[in-house]
Nanobody, 125 residues
Framework: QVQLVESGGGLVQAGDSLSLSCTASGRAPWTYALGWFRQVPGKEREFVAAITRSADRTYYGRSDQGRFTISRANAPNTVTLTLQMNSLKPEDTGIYYC????????????????WGQGTQVTVSS
C-alpha cells in the first residue's frame, strides 16, 4: 500500500494560482498511477487530474479547461506529485485528495484504492 500526504492548500482569490503537492511513500510508490480528486459538500467526488506511473500520459477532468497541470517526480523511495492550478475560480473550491492505484486505464472513470487525507482549497470571488 502507498501512503499519500497532501500539502499546499489554502485561501486564494479568484484569478490566483496555487500549487498542490503530494508525497507518495511506502512500497514501490513509483509503480502507482497518481492523481487528484475534489470533494465539495453535498456533491460526489470529482476527478480532477491523473498521471501514469511513467508520466507518459496525463488526463484532466471537465473542470480543468486548460488551467491545471499535473506532474510527478519519481525518486527511489518517494514520489512527489504536483498539481499546478492557474486562473482559479470560486467553483474550484473544495477538498483536494491525492489518490493512487497500480491499476489505471486512463480517463476520469477511476476508483483508486489509496487516498490521502485531503487539503482544503478555497477560492474567494
Amino acid at each position: 500500500q502507498v501512503q499519500l500526504v497532501e500539502s499546499g492548500g489554502g485561501l486564494v482569490q479568484a484569478g490566483d494560482s496555487l500549487s498542490l503537492s503530494c508525497t507518495a511513500s511506502g512500497r514501490a510508490p513509483w509503480t502507482y498511477a497518481l492523481g487528484w480528486f475534489r470533494q465539495v459538500p453535498g456533491k460526489e467526488r470529482e476527478f480532477v487530474a491523473a498521471i501514469t506511473r511513467s508520466a507518459d500520459r496525463t488526463y484532466y477532468g471537465r473542470s480543468d479547461q486548460g488551467r491545471f497541470t499535473i506532474s510527478r517526480a519519481n525518486a527511489p523511495n518517494t514520489v512527489t506529485l504536483t498539481l499546478q492550478m492557474n486562473s482559479l475560480k470560486p467553483e474550484d473550491t473544495g477538498i483536494y485528495y491525492c489518490v493512487g492505484d497500480r491499476n489505471y486505464a486512463g480517463g476520469p472513470s477511476w476508483e483508486p484504492s489509496s487516498w490521502g487525507q485531503g487539503t482544503q482549497v478555497t477560492v474567494s470571488s
